[in-house]
């Protein structure tokens, strides 16, 4: 069987994927089995102006571990694929494309065809971050990908937020918003960003009180605010002020009288004990506001410039200047106490990295309290979802759903799901699911659409069913009402009707979904949303478990950022080091863990890879006469020590890397694939068995000049002999095709480009449910394991076999004993180990190289012996004629003496306060850990010198 050489990735990247989606085996559809058990997963939706990035391929390639593993398992799987249009960054994209090509505003071309635009935009981008998905070897289903604002989702959004309305769950109204003035649209709290800032100011001003010569000091990091106070506020037990509580303030530099109130919001005991109050700009201050019934006074525009109600000497300023401006005007006026330094923590956009304005709104909001309660109440009861680690993620859930505020749902915004309100001329609001049904109950069609845009988080609230089909809307309703095209400016088609059977059946069929994976920065904007609402509407979890990824950090331990310069490129390191390599790496990091990215340890992964290359290669170029045959694994009594143990831990291998996957621990699935491929194939039993199917038989040697021997034996022989390697061959090939199934969700391109190359595989090694499907490795039976076939005898047996020749070879390499010299080994044991040896002493003596195995009960050695000791043996090397004793003495006294110095050095470093104060953890980590193993080799050198000196 020909083979090339090296592994080279992008050949066996460039082919495959085309290939297992043209003959849809990644459609349910392939599954045959019509009994088959459902696995579904959506894939949280990336953003269509976005590319992949490294958080993207760790969960794309967890969720494509569990969905290859459940196909190969034969559920009738889903993974569902989609983008989300992405509000605010399509309209940051086309506002800046306009501006750049055009040197034109959105207002310049008008909101309809703004978003024609928007549409181009992403006809022509949009596709950039799916079409890395495939590179990256997402086996979704692409027939039935989504889009936030196709026209069936855009139908489920209209639907909900109708029936909220209706309900009383969605209302319009003013409050205190987070207002980006960048992007001119309200934002979430859980979009806000908190920086802390050393270079804050904490400004100190007083206020006059009207009738009297005394004044009240208000401290505030936000002076410009001022501007907007319509009260002050005390305690009303604080002594020093009981007597002003009633009282009037000339508010300096506006023409306004306010008065001084108390309430209970005011600690005495912090900063002055009086505080200005600001119902338009701080939400604190507002609720104040509400309880006294003060006036809000707004004093911004939308671009956090100073609007006329900040008076005209403030008026078109921006709001920092207005800041300065405030501070200069009191001092002027001798009202200016003291200016501190202040520490301080400012809301950030984190998108646009602007500081966000408390700004007091009229929005739409939802109300959370009863939507709450419906989450609340599925983790009481049913313990769902379930998250995976459960610490510390259940409990942050909870803690937040309990004290959960309305959420604010508009934008102001132009590209996104138009809020379904339309108003008459009269300003009263019909709120429907299309203009027809709003002019319906107006009675009229003099009708203006509300402007705003309904938040990005709203409709990827409903992914877990919108994107099955669910609309909303019973199949009454739909001959009633009739199919149209969409409202929008979008142009999309109706889902044609074998399409609308197939959306309806996805529904029943595939919701709940089975998992989620994703990122703990999201559990509140998208996780806890939709639970709520696909509880409210359907009935249903939208899924049973939540996988909650960690974050992985740049190279120096912090968070990636552009700013940083510390960015990985998933789509570098697949150019780097091969997809397959990349996968099995952020698979390998524990779940929920945040990890420094390491391009050693993706190294080592495509090092991996040319390992099962070069065994595999082996294999098939010993592979003549012999095929795939599972019953090759069903060994008799007379089977070898190593043929038992290595079925065995294949079998061991199996159950554990199912159990582990079941638990979510990605880690320890790739650990214990590393584990068995590496070490136990690769390592030990391919050299175990490499004469046995090269032809170098060590058990069936045959003597044609043996006297015994005549023509007919001599061939009764060789072909006794010819089965025996056939046989070897087939259960080598057979335990590689195993193992190469179990690496397949991690590792596909190149399992599937091995596998294929194995002779006697074909679609009859599929799962029973793909018999009719071309043959591939993705649909092939994923290996369970059988506890039958473990054989713990033989692995404890084999483990000492093996234990005894890595000692001899630790021996050789630290002693400097020739390759070429061939030693004897001498063993101590007690009666039953020593059967162990005597039955392998072939394998022992090669695998070692050395010349003779004497076994005792105990050492008969002369001192100038290398020993070593395992579980349940004692091992001597004698070193005479081997080694030049004053050369590797000297040697070894150097070592130990570089050593000694490297300690003390390190040792310097550790017990500088200085050192361990400044230094990275890390790196201080890492100098203990060089020290410790520093003190081991040392103590291996020394013992080592004694046996010589």
């Given at each position: 069987?020909?083979?090339?050489?090296?592994?080279?990735?992008?050949?066996?990247?460039?082919?495959?994927?085309?290939?297992?989606?043209?003959?849809?085996?990644?459609?349910?559809?392939?599954?045959?089995?019509?009994?088959?058990?459902?696995?579904?997963?959506?894939?949280?939706?990336?953003?269509?102006?976005?590319?992949?990035h490294?958080?993207?391929?760790?969960?794309?390639?967890?969720?494509?571990?569990?969905?290859?593993?459940?196909?190969?398992?034969?559920?009738?799987?889903?993974?569902?694929?989609?983008?989300?249009?992405?509000?605010?960054?399509?309209?940051?994209?086309?506002?800046?494309?306009?501006?750049?090509?055009?040197?034109?505003?959105?207002?310049d071309?008008?909101?309809?065809?703004?978003?024609?635009?928007?549409?181009?935009?992403?006809?022509?981008?949009?596709?950039?971050?799916?079409?890395?998905?495939?590179?990256?070897?997402?086996?979704?289903?692409?027939?039935?990908?989504?889009?936030?604002?196709?026209?069936?989702?855009?139908?489920?959004?209209?639907?909900?937020?109708?029936?909220?309305?209706n309900?009383?769950?969605?209302?319009?109204?003013?409050?205190?918003?987070?207002?980006?003035?960048?992007?001119?649209?309200?934002?979430?709290?859980?979009?806000?960003?908190?920086?802390?800032?050393?270079?804050?100011?904490?400004?100190?001003?007083?206020?006059?009180?009207?009738?009297?010569?005394?004044?009240?000091?208000?401290?505030t990091?936000?002076?410009?605010?001022?501007?907007?106070?319509?009260?002050?506020?005390?305690?009303?037990?604080?002594?020093?002020?009981?007597?002003?509580?009633?009282?009037?303030?000339?508010?300096?530099?506006?023409?306004?009288?306010?008065?001084?109130?108390?309430?209970?919001?005011?600690?005495?005991?912090?900063?002055?004990?009086?505080?200005?109050?600001?119902?338009?700009?701080?939400?604190?201050?507002?609720?104040?506001?509400?309880?006294?019934?003060?006036?809000?006074?707004?004093?911004?525009?939308?671009?956090?410039?100073?609007?006329?109600?900040?008076?005209?000497?403030?008026?078109?300023?921006?709001?920092?200047?207005?800041?300065?401006?405030?501070?200069e005007?009191?001092?002027?006026?001798?009202?200016?106490?003291?200016?501190?330094?202040?520490?301080?923590?400012?809301?950030?956009?984190?998108?646009?990295?602007?500081?966000?304005?408390?700004?007091?709104?009229?929005?739409?909001?939802?109300?959370?309290?009863?939507?709450?309660?419906?989450?609340?109440?599925?983790?009481?009861?049913?313990?769902?979802?379930?998250?995976?680690?459960?610490?510390?993620?259940e409990?942050?859930?909870?803690?937040?759903?309990?004290?959960?505020?309305?959420?604010?749902?508009?934008?102001?915004?132009?590209?996104?799901?138009?809020?379904?309100?339309?108003?008459?001329?009269d300003?009263?609001?019909?709120?429907?699911?299309?203009?027809?049904?709003?002019?319906?109950?107006?009675?009229?069609?003099?009708?203006?659409?509300?402007?705003?845009?309904?938040?990005?988080?709203?409709?990827?609230?409903?992914?877990?069913?919108?994107?099955?089909?669910?609309?909303?809307?019973?199949?009454?309703?739909?001959?009633?009402?009739?199919?149209?095209?969409?409202d929008?400016?979008?142009?999309?088609?109706?889902?044609?009707?074998?399409?609308?059977?197939?959306?309806?059946?996805?529904?029943?069929?595939?919701?709940?979904t089975?998992?989620?994976?994703t990122?703990?920065?999201?559990?509140?904007?998208?996780?806890?949303?939709?639970?709520?609402?696909?509880?409210?509407?359907?009935?249903?979890?939208?899924?049973?478990?939540?996988?909650?990824?960690?974050?992985?950090?740049?190279?120096?331990?912090?968070?990636?950022?552009?700013?940083?310069?510390?960015?990985?490129?998933?789509?570098?390191?697949?150019?780097?080091?091969?997809v397959?390599?990349?996968?099995?790496?952020?698979?390998?990091?524990?779940?929920?863990?945040?990890?420094?990215?390491?391009?050693?340890?993706?190294?080592?992964?495509?090092?991996?890879?040319?390992?099962?290359?070069?065994?595999?290669?082996?294999?098939?170029?010993?592979?003549?006469?012999?095929?795939?045959?599972?019953?090759?694994?069903?060994?008799?009594?007379?089977?070898?020590?190593?043929?038992?143990?290595?079925?065995?831990?294949?079998?061991?291998?199996?159950?554990?890397?199912?159990?582990?996957?079941?638990?979510?621990?990605?880690?320890?699935?790739?650990?214990?694939?590393?584990?068995f491929?590496?070490?136990?194939?690769?390592d030990?039993?391919?050299?175990?068995?490499?004469?046995?199917?090269?032809?170098?038989?060590?058990?069936?040697?045959?003597?044609?000049?043996?006297?015994?021997?005549?023509?007919?034996?001599?061939?009764?022989?060789?072909?006794?002999?010819d089965?025996g390697?056939?046989?070897?061959?087939?259960?080598?090939?057979?335990?590689?095709?195993q193992?190469?199934?179990?690496?397949?969700?991690?590792?596909?391109?190149?399992?599937?480009?091995?596998?294929?190359?194995?002779?006697?595989?074909s679609?009859?090694?599929?799962?029973?449910?793909?018999?009719?499907?071309?043959?591939?490795?993705?649909?092939a039976?994923?290996?369970?394991?059988?506890?039958?076939?473990?054989?713990?005898?033989?692995?404890?047996?084999?483990?000492?076999?093996?234990?005894?020749?890595?000692?001899?070879?630790?021996?050789?390499?630290?002693?400097?004993?020739?390759?070429?010299?061939?030693?004897?080994?001498?063993?101590?044991?007690?009666?039953?180990?020593?059967?162990?040896?005597?039955?392998?002493?072939?394998?022992?003596?090669?695998?070692?190289?050395?010349?003779?195995?004497?076994?005792?009960?105990?050492?008969?050695?002369?001192?100038?012996?290398?020993?070593?000791?395992?579980?349940?043996?004692?091992?001597?090397?004698?070193?005479?004629?081997?080694?030049?004793?004053?050369?590797?003495?000297?040697?070894?006294?150097?070592?130990?003496?570089?050593?000694?110095?490297?300690?003390?050095?390190?040792?310097?470093?550790?017990?500088?306060a200085?050192?361990?104060?400044?230094?990275?953890?890390?790196?201080?980590?890492e100098?203990?850990?060089?020290?410790?193993?520093?003190?081991?080799?040392?103590?291996?050198?020394?013992?080592?010198?004694?046996?010589?000196?």
């Amino acid at each position: 069987m020909e083979i090339a050489k090296a592994y080279n990735p992008k050949e066996a990247e460039a082919t495959h994927y085309q290939t297992w989606e043209a003959n849809g085996c990644f459609a349910p559809e392939i599954n045959e089995n019509p009994l088959a058990e459902k696995y579904s997963i959506v894939i949280p939706p990336p953003n269509v102006t976005g590319s992949l990035h490294i958080g993207h391929a760790l969960q794309h390639t967890l969720m494509d571990v569990l969905t290859r593993r459940k196909r190969m398992q034969g559920f009738r799987t889903l993974w569902l694929p989609g983008t989300d249009h992405a509000g605010i960054s399509v309209q940051r994209k086309v506002v800046e494309q306009l501006r750049r090509d055009e040197n034109k505003l959105p207002q310049d071309i008008g909101r309809e065809e703004f978003i024609s635009r928007a549409w181009k935009w992403k006809e022509e981008f949009g596709s950039t971050i799916t079409e890395q998905m495939r590179r990256e070897g997402a086996s979704v289903d692409w027939s039935r990908e989504r889009f936030t604002m196709d026209e069936s989702l855009s139908k489920a959004v209209r639907f909900v937020f109708v029936t909220l309305y209706n309900e009383g769950w969605i209302y319009r109204g003013k409050r205190i918003v987070n207002w980006c003035p960048k992007d001119k649209t309200v934002i979430s709290d859980l979009e806000v960003k908190e920086e802390t800032r050393k270079d804050g100011k904490l400004v100190y001003l007083r206020y006059p009180v009207k009738d009297s010569d005394k004044q009240i000091t208000v401290a505030t990091t936000r002076p410009e605010t001022m501007l907007g106070d319509t009260a002050v506020a005390v305690n009303a037990d604080d002594e020093r002020y009981k007597n002003l509580i009633g009282k009037t303030i000339f508010l300096p530099l506006t023409n306004r009288e306010i008065p001084i109130i108390a309430d209970e919001y005011v600690d005495a005991a912090f900063g002055t004990g009086a505080v200005k109050i600001t119902p338009a700009h701080d939400p604190n201050d507002y609720e104040v506001g509400v309880r006294h019934n003060l006036e809000q006074l707004v004093i911004m525009n939308d671009d956090a410039t100073m609007n006329a109600n900040a008076g005209t000497e403030f008026e078109g300023l921006d709001r920092f200047k207005a800041r300065e401006k405030v501070i200069e005007k009191f001092a002027e006026l001798g009202l200016l106490e003291k200016i501190e330094d202040y520490e301080i923590s400012l809301p950030i956009c984190e998108r646009c990295k602007n500081i966000i304005e408390p700004l007091l709104s009229e929005q739409w909001f939802c109300r959370m309290d009863e939507m709450r309660d419906l989450a609340l109440d599925l983790m009481k009861t049913e313990g769902a979802p379930h998250f995976y680690p459960n610490v510390p993620n259940e409990k942050v859930y909870t803690n937040w759903l309990e004290n959960l505020k309305d959420w604010t749902i508009s934008r102001q915004l132009w590209w996104g799901h138009q809020i379904p309100a339309w108003y008459d001329a009269d300003g009263q609001t019909f709120v429907a699911r299309s203009f027809e049904e709003a002019s319906e109950k107006a009675g009229t069609t003099e009708l203006t659409q509300d402007a705003d845009v309904l938040d990005t988080w709203f409709s990827s609230a409903l992914w877990a069913f919108s994107t099955f089909g669910w609309t909303g809307e019973g199949e009454e309703e739909k001959r009633r009402r009739g199919e149209r095209k969409s409202d929008s400016q979008i142009g999309n088609e109706q889902l044609t009707k074998d399409e609308e059977q197939r959306t309806k059946n996805d529904l029943e069929t595939f919701l709940p979904t089975d998992v989620l994976v994703t990122g703990r920065d999201i559990i509140f904007l998208w996780v806890s949303r939709m639970v709520m609402l696909t509880e409210k509407f359907t009935g249903e979890k939208p899924f049973a478990d939540v996988v909650v990824t960690g974050t992985v950090l740049g190279k120096d331990g912090k968070p990636m950022s552009k700013s940083r310069g510390n960015g990985v490129d998933p789509l570098e390191m697949f150019d780097k080091f091969g997809v397959d390599a990349t996968r099995v790496y952020l698979a390998s990091i524990a779940t929920g863990a945040d990890i420094k990215w390491n391009d050693s340890q993706i190294e080592t992964f495509r090092n991996f890879a040319n390992k099962i290359w070069n065994a595999t290669r082996f294999c098939l170029l010993n592979s003549d006469g012999a095929k795939v045959d599972l019953a090759s694994l069903k060994l008799d009594e007379n089977a070898s020590i190593a043929d038992r143990w290595i079925v065995s831990r294949l079998n061991k291998t199996a159950l554990q890397v199912n159990k582990s996957l079941d638990r979510y621990f990605f880690h320890e699935a790739v650990r214990l694939l590393y584990q068995f491929f590496w070490n136990d194939f690769c390592d030990w039993y391919i050299e175990l068995v490499k004469d046995e199917i090269t032809g170098d038989s060590l058990s069936l040697a045959h003597s044609p000049s043996s006297e015994n021997n005549d023509a007919e034996n001599i061939n009764e022989g060789q072909r006794t002999k010819d089965k025996g390697q056939i046989q070897a061959r087939s259960r080598i090939l057979t335990i590689l095709e195993q193992a190469l199934r179990m690496l397949h969700p991690f590792m596909p391109y190149l399992t599937e480009e091995l596998w294929q190359k194995l002779p006697n595989v074909s679609s009859d090694l599929h799962h029973e449910a793909y018999r009719d499907a071309k043959q591939t490795i993705m649909l092939a039976d994923f290996p369970l394991g059988d506890t039958d076939l473990i054989d713990e005898r033989a692995e404890s047996e084999m483990q000492t076999v093996i234990d005894l020749i890595s000692k001899v070879r630790n021996i050789r390499a630290e002693m400097n004993i020739k390759p070429s010299d061939k030693p004897a080994i001498h063993v101590a044991a007690n009666a039953e180990t020593q059967k162990i040896f005597a039955a392998n002493e072939a394998q022992i003596l090669k695998l070692a190289r050395a010349e003779k195995l004497v076994l005792a009960e105990t050492l008969g050695v002369p001192k100038a012996s290398a020993k070593a000791v395992i579980s349940n043996a004692e091992i001597a090397v004698p070193l005479e004629g081997l080694i030049d004793f004053e050369k590797e003495i000297a040697r070894l006294e150097n070592q130990v003496n570089k050593l000694e110095t490297e300690r003390q050095r390190l040792n310097g470093q550790l017990s500088n306060a200085n050192f361990i104060e400044r230094a990275p953890p890390e790196k201080v980590d890492e100098i203990r850990e060089r020290v410790a193993g520093i003190e081991t080799q040392t103590k291996t050198l020394k013992q080592n010198l004694e046996a010589l000196i």
